[in-house]
């Protein structure tokens, strides 16, 4: 049973550029959510999808969208990326009806 | 005041020694309470799930849950330097629809040979 999947791992990027992070869920999970997690810091919430739909957002700015495909995958993409974008960029998967959040290893994101 | 206050640690301990991590929250609607293990570099792994006041165990792991006094625990039995990690606790209130997952900043655990 492969578990969360997060592609890349690791990416350089420089300001002002754009990124876009993808994650497939755990088998037979339907929901993703997007985290960030600076340095020495716990998760933050980004934003959460099921069907296909944003179900809630965190408290960050508009720079950060995502998207979720009919087969549950789901993308984060960042615009403009400013210097304290840099973090680990986690995503989780879930049952919608269930509390548990599963993580996948993570895409780590340097802006320079 | 940040919603969810856990000591950064680091905690360091000897082999086979039990283990106390600590959360305290300020949100009474919190309901769901977790623990996740993160190792350096990698995502958090869940370990413990618990929705009701009290005690939850799972091995050498127990979690407990004071919602009146807004304080949870993870007891660690019989550490060992595997256990070396990151400790994040984890909360959610999802009767408001609030299904997002709020962390503390995580203690961080090492455990001497």
């Known amino acids: 049973d492969a578990g969360v999947t997060q592609s890349p791992t690791h990416l350089i990027k420089t300001r002002g550029q754009q990124v876009t992070l993808r994650c497939s869920p755990k088998s037979g999970h339907d929901t993703v959510s997007w985290y960030q997690q600076a340095l020495g810091q716990g998760p933050q919430f980004i934003f959460q999808?099921?069907?296909?739909?944003?179900?809630q957002r965190g408290n960050f700015p508009d720079r950060f969208s995502g998207h979720q495909f009919p087969n549950y995958s789901s993308e984060l993409n960042v615009n403009a990326l400013l210097l304290g974008d840099s973090a680990l960029y986690l995503c989780?998967?879930?049952?919608?009806?269930?509390?548990?959040?599963?993580f996948g290893p993570g895409t780590r994101l340097l802006v320079l | 005041q940040k919603e969810v206050e856990q000591d950064p640690g680091p905690l360091s301990v000897p082999e086979g020694a039990i283990v106390s991590l600590n959360c305290t929250y300020s949100n009474s609607a919190f309901q769901y309470f977790m623990w996740y293990r993160q190792y350096s570099r990698k995502g958090p792994e869940l370990l413990m799930y618990?929705?009701?006041?009290g005690n939850k165990e799972d091995g050498r792991f127990t979690a407990q849950v004071d919602k009146s006094s807004k304080y949870i625990s993870l007891f660690i039995r019989d550490s060992q330097p595997s256990d070396s990690a990151t400790y994040l606790c984890?909360?959610?209130?999802?009767?408001?629809?609030?299904?997002?997952?709020?962390f503390g900043s995580g203690t961080r655990l090492q455990v001497q040979p």
């Open positions: 984890a909360m959610s209130d999802p009767d408001t629809g609030r299904r997002a997952l709020t």
């Open positions: 999808y099921y069907e296909e739909e944003e179900r």
């Open positions: 618990t929705y009701s006041s």
């Open positions: 989780a998967s879930s049952l919608t009806d269930q509390e548990t959040q599963y």
